[in-house]
């Protein structure tokens, strides 16, 4: 068992910046896939980013260039940080996590049904 505690989000003017963190505490995160998602007003859930491999990050088309995805080496933070926000970035955004099978983590983004734990979810505002 882990569990996913957030900080950070608010409201934030187009443009603008927001640091996202994600704290696990429980079994040893170093042993879990973790990454982000958001669901925008209205919209399913969507992931945003994540990291696999031997910390190499993914995203969506939607943020690339923009977000940065971020683990502490112990691996019991996640982080993601936002820049040039967008309005169509708003939304309640969450960090999950589910236990790794194999070596290392893969795939892409993944659908949210793959996470079996999720932080409690945090709201970004973005005023156009």
Known sequence: QVQLVQSGGGPV????????????????????????????????????????GVGMPL?????????????????NTLYLQMNSLKHEDR???YCAAYRRRTSYCSGGLLSPTVYSYWGQGTQVDVSS
């Open 13 to 52: 003017q187009a443009g603008g910046s927001l640091r996202l963190s994600c704290a696990a505490s429980g079994d040893p995160a170093s042993s879990y896939c973790m990454g982000w998602f958001r669901q925008p007003p209205g919209k399913e859930r969507e992931g945003v980013a994540r990291i696999i």
């Open 91 to 93: 939304g309640m955004y």
């Open 59 to 75: 995203y969506a088309d939607s943020v690339k260039g923009r977000f940065t995805i971020s683990r502490a080496k112990a691996g």
